[in-house]
């Protein structure tokens, strides 16, 4: 049997016009205890660990005293340009976003979003899903990093880019007090890799 090149040329063609719906659809059901989401077109499905989660639930339990609940999210889809399905690991709405007609959030809704890095996806966090972000207007973005104990606060979105950057250990306060979102976030309880 003989393999013609334009089949090759033809599913490539296709793969080109899927649309992020399409590729979640694939990609469903997703394994008990992964989360999927797609970095530049690439899917990326990681396990989530008991540190990621403690994280979570530290910054979560910080914000919940200050913010609405139905503003925070966690692990939910939105879509941040072309070939990005994101779900941030916590995401802080702005109060009156409210969803579009597919039932979805836009990112011009986030607020507030903090990403807590795994290995496998440390690159994505760090480069593409930053730069969307940025791209995206969104005004917050906190890196936290559990391997070298480290937040990285982003601010202040411009052109494609955040032009304010703020390193904060493990066990010093995260100042959000010049930024809409307008608190102080205690790290103290973050635990390491």
């Known amino acids: 049997m003989t393999v013609v090149d334009t089949d090759r040329i033809d599913m490539a063609d296709i793969s080109d016009e899927l649309t992020l719906d399409e590729m979640f659809e694939w990609l469903?059901?997703?394994?008990e205890g992964f989360k999927v989401e797609i970095v530049e077109g690439t899917v990326h499905m990681s396990p989530q660990r008991d540190t990621h989660w403690r994280i979570i639930l530290a910054i979560l339990k910080q914000l919940l005293p200050r913010f609405a609940e139905d503003r925070l999210?966690?692990?939910?889809?939105?879509?941040?340009?072309e070939g990005n399905g994101f779900a941030?690991?916590?995401i802080k709405l702005f109060d009156k976003a409210a969803k579009n007609s597919h039932g979805r959030w836009l990112p011009e809704h986030a607020e507030f979003v903090a990403e807590v890095i795994s290995k496998g996806t440390a690159a994505a966090d760090y480069g593409p899903k930053k730069?969307?972000?940025a791209a995206a207007g969104v005004?917050?973005?906190?890196?936290?990093d559990p391997y070298v104990g480290r937040?990285?606060?982003?601010?202040e979105p411009k052109d494609g880019d955040y032009h304010k950057k703020l390193v904060v250990?493990?066990?010093l306060d995260v100042d959000l007090t010049d930024t809409s979102m307008?608190?102080?976030l205690k790290t103290d309880a973050f635990p390491r890799d």
């Open 139 to 144: 005004p917050v973005f906190l890196i936290v």
């Open 169 to 171: 250990d493990f066990g």
């Open 151 to 155: 937040c990285l606060l982003h601010s």
């Open 73 to 81: 999210l966690s692990d939910v889809r939105i879509d941040f340009g």
């Open 88 to 90: 941030p690991d916590l």
């Open 28 to 31: 469903e059901p997703t394994p």
């Open 182 to 184: 307008d608190l102080v």
């Open 131 to 133: 730069a969307a972000y």
